[in-house]
């Protein structure tokens, strides 16, 4: 028998389908418009190579934008079988949280102002970003990650198939599950603002014009411009960095082939995180030495802003989960005092 105050939060996201549907009004609208998106483009590239040919461009533009809509039903079916198939498992996971305690099933879009309790065991089924985004709201809560297509997603924050969950939301609910804690990202400001991230945080503008700002780590201050500052976590070092660390071997590589790949080696469970400035520039202005770093435990970044309303920092690529950082701005950045805990077994 379960405690009363124990509960189940499944959290799910919305198909593409859903997505489209939303978008468009309805499903019939949705696939009007992929088809004739399709069948358009197909049409118009077709004409351009045709001009060779005069005699046969009116065969050859029916015939790509035929094929090309043939395509757009083909992709849309496969988007339909894909959404009834996430369907079914969700149901048959809920199903399956028989333990006699509440369950509740709520969307990802929800999950910013749920109120999670205590006790509550999460399970989050969906590709890994989503576990990444359930993480910086269910604070110390075990999350069970569950891969509803392991043939398509990688599934590195998703351990479980969906017919594996109720064993281990069984052993989280029992207090007996294997975890593994994972070091968080915090952005604070002055103003007592904050924002966590499980991969990376980044400081910056939300379009393409540069980032400026004035850096401080340790005794070492500067004024920079660049395409913004990218903080990752243990979690995040395989993402986005290593994508950073592997433009800068590109770049090594033009003085000599044998250059070895840069990296900066960190598990999830590190209280550390490290740091890149993504492209500075050196100018009269601006300085380009405070690029690259590793903030351990206690150790903080802070950042001021320079920028207007286009500055901002956010977390784990979502831009709508962010906080605004136009001009004055000062912005704290280390490692958070919480952690997510990940069921791995």
Request: hydrophobic share 45%; glycine share 8%.
């Amino acid at each position: 028998m379960y405690k009363i105050d124990q509960r189940i939060v499944i959290v799910t996201r919305k198909t593409r389908q859903e997505e489209l549907t939303a978008k468009f009004g309805t499903k019939g609208q949705a696939q009007f418009y992929v088809s004739r998106s399709r069948s358009a483009y197909a049409g118009k590239l077709a004409e351009k190579r045709a001009i060779a040919a005069p005699g046969k461009a009116l065969k050859s533009i029916a015939l790509a934008e035929k094929l090309a809509e043939s395509e757009a039903l083909g992709e849309l079916q496969d988007i339909e079988k894909e959404s009834a198939s996430y369907g079914e498992i969700v149901g048959g996971l809920r199903q399956e949280m028989d333990f006699g305690v509440p369950v509740q099933v709520v969307d990802r879009a929800l999950v910013p102002n749920l109120v999670f309790g205590p006790k509550d065991v999460v399970v989050a089924i969906g590709q890994d970003g989503l576990v990444a985004n359930v993480a910086k709201y269910a604070l110390g809560l075990p999350i069970v990650g569950v891969n509803p297509d392991p043939a398509q997603y990688d599934g590195v924050l998703l351990p479980f198939e969906w017919r594996q969950a109720r064993a281990a939301v069984r052993r989280a609910l029992d207090g007996k599950a294997k975890v593994r804690e994972v070091t968080l990202a915090e952005a604070r400001l002055a103003d007592s603002q904050r924002l966590l991230a499980f991969n990376d945080l980044f400081i910056g503008a939300r379009t393409h014009v540069s980032a400026r700002y004035r850096i401080q780590v340790d005794a070492h201050a500067e004024r920079q411009s660049s395409s913004g500052i990218l903080v990752s976590t243990g979690a995040g070092s395989t993402g986005w960095l290593s994508s950073v660390l592997n433009m800068a071997r590109g770049v090594m590589a033009l003085g000599s082939p044998k250059t070895q790949r840069p990296s900066m080696p960190m598990t999830w469970e590190d209280r550390k995180l490290a740091y890149v400035v993504r492209e500075p520039f050196a100018s009269k202005s601006s300085a380009a030495n405070v690029v690259a770093g590793m903030l351990k435990e206690q150790e903080q970044m802070t950042v001021e802003s320079f920028m207007g309303p286009e500055g901002v920092i956010f977390s784990d690529g979502v831009e709508a989960d962010a906080l605004p950082f136009a001009q004055g701005a000062i912005a704290t950045i280390g490692v958070a005092k919480e952690k997510a805990r990940l069921v791995v077994g």
